[in-house]
C-alpha cells in the first residue's frame, strides 16, 4: 500500500500541511507514503522536519516532461495513489500514471473552495482513473463527481491539542502593558496584510506597548516588511515564515488575527483556537465553521484599517471577556481532532487504489 502526494508550490501552504497530516494518518494505517516537491525548496524543507519521506525534483517545462520525471519516482517507489490539489498537478500526476502503467489520482480541493475541471483537468481525467476528497461536507454540496470518476470522500482538517497555557495568563489579558497579537497571512493576502499593518500603524499612539508577530508567505516578505518601515511600526513586529512553529508566539498571544485564506486560515484558526487563543477574523461560512462569535472569537464583516483598528483595540481592552473564550476556543478546537479526516482518507486511498478502476 503506497500513495504519493506531488507538490508543486515551493512555499509551505496549508493545502501541503493538509497533504503532510494525511500522509501521516494513512502510515498510522500501514501506508507507505512519500512526497515530491521541488528540490531545495521551503516545502521540502518542512515537510523533511516533519519527518515526511520528501523526493526533491527540479522543476520542468511542461506536463508531459514533468510527468516523465514524476513516472520514474511512481516506477520506483510503485505507487498506487498520487495525492494532487492543482489542476496542473492533476495533469502531471495523470500523465505519470498513465506513462508508468499503474496508479490513480485523487485530487483533493481546499477548504472553502469550489472543485473546477478545466481543459487540463478534462485531458487528466482520460489519462487515468481519478477520485476527489474534500475538506468539509459543505464544499461537496451540490457537486457530483464528473462522469466516470470514483467516488467523492470528505476528509476535514484537525489539530493536535497543544501544551497547555500558564495558569496564569499573559500580555493584555493579565493586565500586563504588553499585549501581544499574532497575525496569520497567507498566499494572494498581501493587499489583506497591508490593511493589518495600518491598522496596527493607527493603534501605535493608544497602544504603545502593542507588539504583534507576523506569519507571512517568504514571496511577501519584503514588500510587508517595506510597509512596517514606511507606517513607522517595523519595531513592534516580528516576522515568520507561514511554515515556522507557531507554538511558542500563541503561548504568549491574546489573540490571533487571521487574515489568509481557504487551507492558509483554516489551519491558522485551528492552531490558535488548540492553544485557548481567541479568533479575529473576516465573518465567512469558512471561519464560522470554526469559530462562534463572541463566544471563542470575534468575526466581523470586511473593513478598512480604521474598522478593524478598532475592533482589535476593542478585543484586547476586554479582558475579561477574552479570559472567557480562552475555554471556549479549547473546547472548539477539541472538535476538530488530528485524526478527523482520517476515515475520509483511508476510503478515498482504498478507492483509489483499486485495480479494476486504473483503466481510465
Not at 500603524?201 to 506597548?209: K, S
Request: a positive charge; glycine letters at 8%.
Amino acid at each position: 500500500m503506497r500513495a504519493c502526494f506531488v507538490v508543486h508550490g515551493a512555499t509551505w501552504s496549508g493545502t501541503t500541511r493538509a497533504f503532510s497530516d494525511a500522509a501521516s494518518l494513512l502510515a498510522m494505517r500501514g501506508y507507505e507514503t512519500c512526497f515530491v516537491v521541488p528540490s531545495g525548496s521551503e516545502a521540502e524543507q518542512c515537510l523533511a522536519a516533519a519527518g515526511q519521506d520528501v523526493i526533491g525534483l527540479s522543476a520542468a517545462r511542461g506536463w508531459l516532461r514533468a510527468g516523465w520525471r514524476l513516472r520514474a519516482v511512481v516506477a520506483r517507489r510503485l505507487s498506487e495513489v498520487l495525492f494532487v490539489h492543482t489542476e496542473h498537478e492533476h495533469l502531471t500526476a495523470a500523465a505519470a500514471v498513465r506513462l508508468a502503467g499503474r496508479g490513480a489520482v485523487v485530487r483533493r480541493t481546499p477548504s472553502g473552495e469550489r472543485l473546477s475541471i478545466g481543459r487540463d483537468g478534462r485531458l487528466a481525467m482520460r489519462l487515468a482513473a481519478t477520485g476527489f476528497v474534500f475538506a468539509h461536507a459543505d464544499d461537496v454540496r451540490g457537486m457530483a463527481p464528473p462522469r466516470g470518476a470514483l467516488a467523492a470522500h470528505v476528509a476535514p482538517a484537525g489539530v493536535a491539542a497543544a501544551t497547555p497555557r500558564p495558569s496564569a495568563a499573559v500580555g493584555a489579558i493579565a493586565g500586563s502593558s504588553a499585549p501581544r497579537l499574532a497575525i496569520f497571512a497567507g498566499a494572494d493576502r498581501r493587499r489583506e496584510s497591508l490593511v493589518a499593518l495600518r491598522a496596527l500603524a493607527l493603534l501605535a499612539p493608544r497602544m504603545p506597548a502593542l507588539r504583534a508577530t507576523v506569519f507571512s508567505p517568504r514571496d511577501d516578505a519584503d514588500a510587508v516588511r517595506i510597509e512596517a518601515a514606511a507606517l513607522g511600526v517595523a519595531d513592534r513586529i516580528e516576522w515568520r515564515a507561514t511554515g515556522a512553529p507557531r507554538g511558542d508566539v500563541l503561548a504568549t498571544a491574546d489573540l490571533a488575527w487571521v487574515i489568509a485564506s481557504a487551507d492558509d486560515a483554516v489551519f491558522a484558526m485551528l492552531d490558535a483556537l488548540a492553544h485557548g487563543v481567541p479568533v479575529l477574523g473576516e465573518r465567512s461560512p469558512l471561519a464560522a465553521r470554526f469559530v462562534e462569535d463572541g463566544v471563542s472569537g470575534v468575526l466581523r464583516h470586511k473593513g478598512d484599517e480604521a474598522e478593524w483598528a478598532s475592533v482589535v483595540a476593542a478585543s484586547l481592552a476586554r479582558s475579561g471577556q477574552s479570559e472567557g473564550m480562552r475555554p471556549a476556543a479549547l473546547r472548539a478546537a477539541a472538535r476538530w481532532p488530528v485524526d478527523a479526516g482520517a476515515d475520509g482518507w483511508l476510503q478515498v486511498t482504498e478507492a483509489a487504489r483499486d485495480r479494476t478502476r486504473w483503466s481510465a
